[in-house]
Nanobody, 122 residues
Framework: QVQLVESGGGLVQAGGSLRLSCAAS????????MGWFREAPGKDREFVAA????????DYADSVKGRFTISRDNAKNTVYLQMNSLKPEDTAVYYC???????????????WGQGTQVTVSS
């Protein structure tokens, strides 16, 4: 089992940057693929980015390609989401999740953090 805690959210102006972190407890972090999802008010939770166990492959939603970068440090049990060129439509609660592989549906992930709010003002 793994517990996940996100941090790094906040309020930023359009065009700005934020770096989210997700710290995992336990010694099995490196055995999980990690994903980031987001949920805006009145909308379903949607896939943002994911990374495999080794960090050698990543995938992104089309809406964030070229602006967001997912990375992980298995020695620190942490996954990151660097978000650049932020837009008001990126406003949402961002969640990290742990699963067996890169999945695009939230239901395929086993463990979730509590989320961190990102608000982008225009």
């Amino acid at each position: 089992q793994v517990q996940l805690v996100e941090s790094g959210g906040g309020l930023v102006q359009a065009g700005g940057s934020l770096r989210l972190s997700c710290a995992a407890s336990g010694r099995t972090f490196s055995t999980y693929a990690m994903g980031w999802f987001r949920e805006a008010p009145g909308k379903d939770r949607e896939f943002v980015a994911a990374i495999i166990r080794s960090g050698g492959r990543m995938d992104y939603a089309d809406s964030v390609k070229g602006r967001f970068t997912i990375s992980r440090d298995n020695a620190k049990n942490t996954v990151y989401l660097q978000m650049n060129s932020l837009k008001p439509e990126d406003t949402a609660v961002y969640y990290c999740a742990a699963g067996g592989n890169i999945y695009y549906r939230s239901s395929d992930y086993n463990y979730w953090g509590q989320g961190t709010q990102v608000t982008v003002s225009s």
